[in-house]
C-alpha cells in the first residue's frame, strides 16, 4: 500500500499496489537492500541511473530520445509525454 498526501488538499491517500508492479517495487527493496554494503544507496526510487542516483526528467527525456534514435523511430510518431492530469481552469 502506498500512502501519500495530495499536494494541494493534503488529502491522505492510499494506494494499493498489485501485480507486477508490486513485484518491481519488492524485488528494488531487496536489490538496494543487498548493494548497500557494497556503496551508497541514494534513493529508494524506481528509476535511477547507472550509480543509484533518482533519475530527474529531463534524464529520462534524454535517455528515451537516444532509445527513439537508436531504433530508428521518426520523432512525430514516437513522443515523450508527461501524461499527468491538468488542473482545471478556475
Do not use: H, W
Amino acid at each position: 500500500m502506498l500512502c501519500q498526501r495530495q499536494g494541494e488538499t493534503k488529502e491522505k491517500l492510499r494506494i494499493v499496489i498489485e501485480s507486477l508492479l508490486a513485484g518491481l517495487i519488492l524485488e528494488n527493496r531487496a536489490y538496494k537492500k543487498a548493494i548497500e554494503s557494497e556503496r551508497k544507496v541514494y534513493a529508494m526510487v524506481l528509476l535511477v541511473n547507472e550509480v543509484g542516483k533518482p533519475l530527474k526528467k529531463a534524464m529520462l527525456r534524454d535517455r528515451f530520445y537516444d532509445a527513439r534514435e537508436a531504433a530508428a523511430l521518426p520523432k512525430v510518431d514516437f513522443q515523450f509525454r508527461d501524461m499527468r492530469r491538468r488542473p482545471q481552469p478556475k
